[in-house]
T-cell receptor, first 115, second 112 residues
Framework: DAGVTQSPTHLIKTRGQQVTLRCSPK?????VSWYQQALGQGPQFIFQ???????QRGNFPDRFSGHQFPNYSSELNVNALLLGDSALYLC??????????????FGDGTRLSIL | GESVGLHLPTLSVQEGDNSIINCAYS??????FIWYKQESGKGPQFIID?????DKRQGQRVTVLLNKTVKHLSLQIAATQPGDSAVYFC???????????FGQGTELSVKP
């Protein structure tokens, strides 16, 4: 039973570039959430996707966008990269159909470094 | 407010001792809580969860206690092992499986 998988594991970009990160949810899960984790801090919620729609969004600018595909996998896109976007980007999946209060399960993240 | 904080609290325990990690959560409307363990270079790993209609829940070697009156959550780890060394985060949510708000995190160090 595969858990949440993310790719790539590491990425180096320069300011102003654009990046796409990918996530495959745990088998049986239909909801995907994205988080940004700066060094030494807890994860911060970016947005959540369910049924291919953005269901909820945190306090991140429009440069951060996403998509969910019919197979429940998801992408996070960040445009016009800034130095402050350097962080670990985490994907978490859960089951919306299993009812409320289902735990989110995390992948190991993509480490994004902006030069 | 939401999780901010640049310096992680640390807890150092001897192997075999019990550990207690505390967390103050922010929103009195939060009704579901989760503890995660994060090892270096990995994502947060689910440990145990608790709903707001409970005040205690036990798992294998772990117990979570919830005190809604003072908005406090604790994680107890029995017979702590070196493999328990990690950063532990509590997380809360108030909108049925949506956004998780993470606490500051506590770094647990287990001495053999």
């Amino acid at each position: 039973d595969a858990g949440v998988t993310q790719s790539p594991t590491h990425l180096i970009k320069t300011r102003g570039q654009q990046v796409t990160l990918r996530c495959s949810p745990k088998s049986g899960h239909d909801t995907v959430s994205w988080y940004q984790q700066a060094l030494g801090q807890g994860p911060q919620f970016i947005f959540q996707y369910y049924e291919e729609e953005e269901r909820q969004r945190g306090n991140f600018p429009d440069r951060f966008s996403g998509h969910q595909f019919p197979n429940y996998s998801s992408e996070l896109n960040v445009n016009a990269l800034l130095l402050g976007d350097s962080a670990l980007y985490l994907c978490a999946s859960s089951s919306g159909r299993a009812g409320r209060d289902q735990p989110q399960h995390f992948g190991d993240g993509t480490r994004l470094s902006i030069l | 407010g939401e999780s901010v904080g640049l310096h992680l609290p640390t807890l150092s325990v001897q192997e075999g001792d019990n550990s207690i990690i505390n967390c103050a959560y922010s929103n009195s409307a939060s009704d579901y809580f989760i503890w995660y363990k994060q090892e270096s270079g990995k994502g947060p790993q689910f440990i145990i969860d608790i709903r707001s209609n409970m005040d205690k829940r036990q798992g294998q070697r772990v117990t979570v206690l919830l005190n809604k009156t003072v908005k406090h959550l604790s994680l107890q780890i029995a017979a702590t092992q070196p493999g328990d060394s990690a950063v532990y985060f509590c997380a809360e949510t108030y909108n049925q499986g949506g956004k998780l708000i993470f606490g500051q995190g506590t770094e647990l160090s287990v001495k053999p």
